[in-house]
C-alpha cells in the first residue's frame, strides 16, 4: 500500500518562506506526475504546481516566480518551495501523485494536507 505523507507546513509572516515536503512509503515502480494542490477557506481544492516524470512543470499563475516544484527520484519525494508568501497564499496544502504504478495497475494518491497559514 502507497502512502503519501506530507511535512513543512506553517504560520509565516507575509514575505516569508516555507518548504513542502511529500514522500511516498511502499514499492512504487513508477510515477507520471507529482503535484501540489491547496483549498483555502471557503473554496474550491486548486492546482498549485505540478511536474511529470519528464521534468516538466506547470504553475498557477498566482504562484508563478514565487514557487518552485521540485523532486528526489530516490527517495519518491516531492518539494515545495515557497517564497514571497502573500496572505491570499493561507490554504491547506495537499500533494497528489499522479499515475502511481506499484504491481499491475496505476492509479493516483493523495497527501493528508497540510496547513500553511500567512499571517499579514
Known amino acids: 500500500q502507497v502512502q503519501l505523507v506530507e511535512s513543512g507546513g506553517g504560520l509565516v509572516q507575509a514575505g516569508g518562506s516555507l518548504r513542502l515536503s511529500c514522500a511516498a512509503s511502499g514499492s512504487i515502480l513508477n510515477i507520471q506526475t507529482m503535484g501540489w494542490y491547496r483549498r483555502a477557506p471557503g473554496k474550491q481544492r486548486d492546482l498549485v504546481a505540478v511536474l511529470t516524470s519528464g521534468g516538466s512543470t506547470n504553475y498557477a499563475d498566482s504562484v508563478k516566480g514565487r514557487f518552485t516544484i521540485s523532486r528526489d527520484n530516490a527517495k519518491n519525494t516531492v518539494f515545495l518551495q515557497m517564497n514571497s508568501l502573500k496572505p491570499e497564499d493561507t490554504a491547506v496544502y495537499y500533494c497528489?501523485?499522479?499515475?502511481?504504478?506499484?504491481?499491475?495497475?496505476?492509479?493516483?494518491?493523495w497527501g493528508q494536507g497540510t496547513q500553511v497559514t500567512v499571517s499579514s
Open positions: 497528489k501523485f499522479g499515475g502511481v504504478q506499484s504491481g499491475v495497475w496505476a492509479r493516483d494518491y
